[in-house]
T-cell receptor, first 111, second 113 residues
Framework: GQQVMQIPQYQHVQEGEDFTTYCNSS?????IQWYKQRPGGHPVFLIQ?????EVKKQKRLTFQFGEAKKNSSLHITATQTTDVGTYFC???????????FGAGTRLFVKA | EAQVTQNPRYLITVTGKKLTVTCSQN?????MSWYRQDPGLGLRQIYY???????DKGDVPEGYKVSRKEKRNFPLILESPSPNQTSLYFC????????????FGPGTRLTVT
């Protein structure tokens, strides 16, 4: 079935360093969503990208959708301890009504 | 307050004892979904519902049932739980299938011994 691969699985950074997580698909995606889950919490929607080559920013977070709509990235500039958690990408299943999530990248930030 | 609620939040049960996890949303959302979360595997969709009386299988439906008799409720039923169904379960809803944002419930931690 359709899969969305997400890397890395874990990332440890020093506060102030940058962080990037990547999602890749072997098939063209109609859109991609990003979610954040704080430790012990539930996933919370961050953003959706739809257009080829789209770039969106939310303060220190930059989201990109690849030109071929097969990959996406989330970049955090100058991480803070409040950024800790797991970041998931998700995509609508092509031709269906399901949602496919990546395995997530867990971010640890050391103060 | 707009929210998705799940009950119970924690449950420890034994193999074979039927259980139901309830999910309710107060946002008049059409699309509802159940996910399980396991370490290293992310969120995997169990079942989803496009609207009342319309449900369909996700990627991991084996061992689970759902129903959607009312728009606000979407219970998850485990007829005969097994240890491999030990997991963290999330219910989610969105305005409709095309809506970008899914709202997640707080999660239900299930342990089957």
């Amino acid at each position: 079935g359709q899969q969305v691969m997400q890397i890395p699985q874990y990332q440890h950074v020093q506060e102030g360093e940058d962080f990037t997580t990547y999602c890749n698909s072997s098939t063209t995606l109609s859109n991609i969503q990003w979610y954040k889950q704080r430790p012990g919490g539930h996933p919370v929607f961050l953003i959706q990208l739809v257009k080829s080559g789209e770039v969106k920013k939310q303060k220190r977070l930059t989201f990109q959708f690849g030109e071929a709509k097969k990959n996406s990235s989330l970049h955090i500039t100058a991480t803070q301890t409040t950024d800790v958690g797991t970041y998931f990408c998700a995509a609508d299943n092509t031709g269906g009504f399901k949602t496919i999530f990546g395995a997530g990248t867990r971010l640890f930030v050391k103060a | 307050e707009a929210q998705v609620t799940q009950n119970p939040r924690y449950l420890i049960t034994v193999t074979g004892k039927k259980l139901t996890v309830t999910c309710s949303q107060n946002m008049n959302h059409e699309y509802m979904s159940w996910y399980r979360q396991d370490p290293g595997l992310g969120l995997r969709q169990i079942y989803y519902s496009m609207n009342v009386e319309v449900t369909d299988k996700g990627d991991v439906p084996e061992g689970y049932k759902v129903s959607r008799k009312e728009k606000r409720n979407f219970p998850l039923i485990l007829e005969s739980p097994s240890p491999n169904q030990t997991s963290l379960y999330f219910c989610a809803s969105s305005l409709d299938w095309a809506a970008a944002e899914q709202y997640f419930g707080p999660g239900t931690r299930l342990t089957v011994t």
